[in-house]
C-alpha cells in the first residue's frame, strides 16, 4: 500500500500580505487589516503582532499603539483578496494532481508517491512558484496525514530556520515535536475538549497520540479518535476535492452610522438578500426559510432593542426578488421606530437542491421556471463584469447611505482597469 503525503500551503498573514504585494514600502512595517465597517483587527504583520496589537481588538482600543509606531492601516477588501486567493489556487493546481481549497488562504495537496530524498526540494519549489506568481509568501507542512501536516506547517511558521517549509515524516522527529504543541493547537481540538483532556493530565500532542482508543471514544467521541488515529501517521481524513454545499448562508452587516428609518433599513436587508441570494444560486440550491435580525447599538446608554422574525417559503426559491418581498414583511414586523439600528443580516436556511425542491400547488416551482432563466442570466452578466458593477434590484438602493465604512481600503488592483496599479518613472 502506497504511503500518504499531504502538504497544507498556508499564505502567511494572508490580508496584510495582499496589502503589500501592491504597496512594497510596507515590506518590514507594521500592518494591520479591519474588519467591514472598519470595527475590529481581523489581520496582523508579523511587526504588527511584535507591538502587542491584538487579534480581534477593537480599533479604538489600538490607537496609541498605531500612532507611536506609525502601523499602516487597511479597510478589508475582500475582492482584491478574493482574486488573490484564485491565483494562489490556480498556482497550487498545478502542483499535484489532487488538491482540497481548505480556506481563502489554506489548501491541502496530495503528493502521494514522491519518493522522501526528492520530497523536501519539490515542496521548496511550491513555495518558490507561488512566491513568483503572486508575491504572496506561503508556509508548508508536509506529514503523512491531514492532522500532522497542520502542526507541520504550524511549525514551518514559527521556526525561522525551517525557511517556510517542514516535512514531519519520520516518527521520531514527530514525537519529538508532538510534545511542543499544546492539545489544545491540534487541529479538531476545540475549547471544551481541551478543558476535559487536561483535566485527565493530557496537556501536549503526543500525549493524546498515545491515549488509549476505548478513553477516548468514552470522553469525547470517534470523530476525536480518528485525530488520534491521524497523529499516530494513520490517514483518516482524504483530500476533499469536491467542496460541500453549504447548509445555510448568512449577510449581516454594520452600518457605517446609525440607521432609524424603515426605508433604510429595506434597502438594507434586500441588499443583503441580494447578496445571499447569489451564492445559493452558486451551490444550485433554493432556500426554504428566509430569517432577518436588527440590532440597535449596545454600546449606548439607551435601551437595547434586537429581534429576529423568520418565515417558511413554500416552494423554496432561490428568486432574488421574492427573498426580497419576505424579507421585508418580516422587517415590518419587528420594526421600531423609536430605535436607532446599528446592524441587520439575513438567513437563509433549510436549504436543498433546486432540482429536487418539492412542488406547490398554488404556485410555479422555481426550478426550470422564468424565474431561475432569469436570475442565471443576471448572475451570468455580472460575473463578467467581474465587480464592475452590474445589474441589481431597485429595492437595494442607488446611494446606500447606510454602507459600512471602509476609510482606508485599498484599491481593487486586479480586477479593475480603472483601479490598476500605477507607477511613476
Known amino acids: 500500500m502506497e504511503n500518504k503525503i499531504f502538504a497544507l500551503v498556508d499564505c502567511n498573514n494572508f490580508f496584510a500580505s495582499c496589502e503589500r504585494v501592491f504597496n512594497p514600502a510596507l515590506k518590514n512595517k507594521p500592518v494591520v487589516v479591519l474588519s467591514n465597517n472598519d470595527g475590529c483587527v481581523i489581520a496582523r504583520s508579523n511587526e504588527a503582532k511584535a507591538l502587542g496589537i491584538e487579534m480581534g481588538a477593537p480599533i479604538f482600543k489600538c490607537q496609541d499603539l498605531i500612532r507611536r509606531h506609525h502601523v499602516h492601516v487597511y479597510s478589508s477588501n475582500f475582492v482584491l483578496y478574493g482574486d488573490m486567493s484564485r491565483r494562489v489556487m490556480n498556482t497550487l493546481a498545478q502542483c499535484t494532481p489532487q488538491m482540497e481549497v481548505y480556506s481563502i488562504d489554506e489548501a491541502f495537496l496530495s503528493l502521494d508517491g514522491f519518493k522522501q530524498e526528492g520530497l523536501f526540494d519539490y515542496v521548496r519549489s511550491i513555495r518558490v512558484k507561488v512566491y513568483l506568481n503572486t508575491g504572496l509568501p506561503v508556509s508548508i507542512g508536509v506529514a503523512p496525514t491531514k492532522t500532522l501536516a497542520k502542526i507541520a506547517n504550524r511549525i514551518a511558521k514559527k521556526q525561522a530556520s525551517t525557511g517556510g517549509v517542514f516535512c514531519l515524516t519520520e516518527e521520531e522527529d514527530i514525537n519529538h515535536w508532538?510534545?511542543?504543541i499544546d492539545v489544545g493547537d491540534v487541529w479538531g481540538i476545540g475549547h471544551e475538549k481541551t478543558k476535559d483532556l487536561k483535566r485527565h493530565g493530557i496537556d501536549n500532542a503526543y500525549g493524546l497520540k498515545v491515549a488509549d482508543d476505548e478513553w477516548i471514544k468514552k470522553h469525547l467521541s470517534i470523530v476525536s479518535l480518528k485525530t488520534v488515529w491521524e497523529l499516530r501517521g494513520i490517514s483518516c481524513l482524504p483530500i476533499e476535492e469536491m467542496v460541500p454545499d453549504k447548509k445555510s448562508i448568512a449577510t449581516t452587516r454594520s452600518f457605517g452610522r446609525e440607521v432609524q428609518t424603515l426605508d433604510e433599513l429595506k434597502e438594507a436587508i434586500a441588499a443583503y438578500v441580494s447578496k445571499a441570494a447569489e451564492k445559493l444560486r452558486d451551490q444550485a440550491s433554493v432556500c426554504g426559510y428566509l430569517q432577518v435580525f436588527v440590532n440597535s447599538n449596545p454600546f449606548k446608554g439607551q435601551n437595547y432593542y434586537?429581534?429576529?422574525?423568520?418565515?417558511?417559503?413554500?416552494?423554496?426559491?432561490?428568486?432574488?426578488?421574492?427573498?426580497?418581498e419576505a424579507g421585508h414583511r418580516l422587517l415590518e414586523g419587528i420594526y421600531r421606530p423609536e430605535f436607532s439600528y446599528k446592524k441587520a443580516g439575513v438567513f437563509l436556511m433549510n436549504l436543498q437542491p433546486e432540482a429536487v425542491e418539492q412542488g406547490d400547488l398554488f404556485e410555479e416551482a422555481y426550478h426550470n421556471s422564468r424565474r431561475q432563466r432569469l436570475m442565471r442570466t443576471v448572475d451570468a452578466?455580472?460575473?463578467?463584469?467581474?465587480?464592475h458593477g452590474g445589474i441589481f434590484m431597485a429595492a437595494e438602493g442607488i446611494i446606500q447611505p447606510w454602507y459600512m465604512n471602509q476609510t482606508h481600503k485599498s484599491k481593487r488592483f486586479t480586477t479593475r482597469w480603472d483601479e490598476l496599479l500605477e507607477i511613476s518613472i
Open 381 to 387: 452578466y455580472n460575473r463578467r463584469l467581474a465587480n
Open 306 to 324: 434586537s429581534n429576529s422574525a423568520g418565515v417558511l417559503l413554500s416552494p423554496p426559491t432561490a428568486y432574488t426578488g421574492k427573498l426580497i
Open 178 to 180: 508532538l510534545k511542543t
